[in-house]
């Protein structure tokens, strides 16, 4: 499956963004699909996945400000950010894999799968 992350942008702090992780080749719809974030000189970090049920899993600071979502007939997995902070900006990943387990959402060795990553910058 191939996937293509896009949506990013620059957004002034307090505002929204909603990012797309649109896939080709494969329905997205068997896949667990991640967001990661990678900001300057940091490690990538998790920020939601969704789950083939459609279970889906925040980091601590996302939850309640991001909502992952999938649409399977776009063949498109979705991340609504509002309330945006300015460490917020970092590059967004999306990552996707068939069979990883619940204890491993969160790590990005094990998603097979990744786009290319879509800039999001939150200006104070």
């Known amino acids: 499956v191939q996937l293509q992350a896009f949506g990013g942008g620059l957004v002034q702090a307090g505002g929204s963004l909603r990012l797309s992780c649109a896939a080709s080749g494969r329905s997205l719809s068997s896949y667990t699909v991640g967001w990661f974030r990678q900001a300057p000189g940091e490690k990538r970090e998790f920020v939601a996945a969704?789950?083939?049920?459609?279970?889906?899993y925040y980091a601590d600071s996302e939850k309640g400000r991001f909502t992952i979502s999938r649409d399977n007939a776009k063949n498109t997995v979705y991340l609504q950010m509002n309330s945006l902070k300015p460490e917020d900006t970092a590059v967004y990943y999306c990552?996707?894999?068939?069979?990883?387990?619940?204890?491993?959402?969160?790590?990005?060795?094990?998603?097979?799968?990744w786009g290319q990553g879509t800039q999001v910058t939150v200006s104070s």
């Open positions: 990552a996707a894999d068939q069979s990883i387990i619940i204890t491993s959402l969160t790590s990005s060795q094990y998603y097979h799968y």
């Open positions: 969704i789950r083939r049920s459609g279970a889906t």
